[in-house]
T-cell receptor
Framework: AQSVAQPEDQVNVAEGNPLTVKCTYS??????LFWYVQYPNRGLQFLLK??????LVKGSYGFEAEFNKSQTSFHLKKPSALVSDSALYFCAVEGNTPLVFGKGTRLSVIA | DAGVIQSPRHEVTEMGQEVTLRCKPI?????LFWYRQTMMRGLELLIY????????DSGMPEDRFSAKMPNASFSTLKIQPSEPRDSAVYFCASSGSNEQFFGPGTRLTVL
């Protein structure tokens, strides 16, 4: 069965600094990997996905993620964090069944 | 498209009452998912449908929970009888390919 791990419950970063939110996965076969963001009192919003091709995937709001097959990781990154990036971020993997979500990482960007 | 539509947005009820949550997926999407989100348990997949047919309901917590999808544009999640531990935000999502599109959620409070 596929699974996703987000090892950090909380990530704090200063505005303007680069940010990384970590995700590792386990799946049989080739993974489909996703990042979603949830703002307060809202549903999850799709940020980006990796299906195949270039290991560096660019998504919405300046976010990108790097697929690393050898480390089974799909970390979310942004070169310069904004206060408005503060939210709950979910990594997800699709294998033989629909998306399995991680527990989420709360990102706080401090001005 | 208006996106995934859920109603009601908020529901407050008393223990023992029947609760019905409604969802209208994005037109043309053939997958529909029901999730529950709480602080303690995070995001849980309850059930999902493909072409109106329930595929996996292993996440439904108890027999008090039931879900139907009578047609491609409508689904319900019913809790009967409701209990205080059912208090959560319930999300509906639909998908036509890989990424899922989430509704705004229904915040359920059972007193």
């Amino acid at each position: 069965a596929q699974s996703v791990a987000q090892p950090e419950d909380q990530v704090n970063v200063a505005e303007g600094n680069p940010l990384t939110v970590k995700c590792t996965y386990s799946v049989s076969g080739n993974p489909y990997l996703f990042w979603y963001v949830q703002y307060p009192n809202r549903g999850l919003q799709f940020l980006l996905k990796y299906i195949t091709g270039d290991n560096l995937v660019k998504g919405s709001y300046g976010f990108e993620a790097e697929f690393n097959k050898s480390q089974t990781s799909f970390h979310l990154k942004k070169p310069s964090a904004l206060v408005s990036d503060s939210a709950l971020y979910f990594c997800a993997v699709e294998g033989n069944t629909p998306l399995v979500f991680g527990k989420g990482t709360r990102l706080s960007v401090i001005a | 498209d208006a996106g995934v539509i859920q109603s009601p947005r908020h529901e407050v009820t008393e223990m023992g009452q029947e609760v019905t949550l409604r969802c209208k997926p994005i037109s043309g999407h053939d997958y529909l998912f029901w999730y529950r989100q709480t602080m303690m348990r995070g995001l849980e997949l309850l059930i999902y449908f493909n072409n109106n047919v329930p595929i996996d309901d292993s996440g439904m917590p108890e027999d008090r929970f039931s879900a139907k999808m009578p047609n491609a544009s409508f689904s319900t999640l019913k809790i009967q009888p409701s209990e205080p531990r059912d208090s959560a935000v319930y999300f509906c999502a639909s998908s036509g390919s890989n990424e899922q599109f989430f509704g705004p959620g229904t915040r359920l409070t059972v007193l």
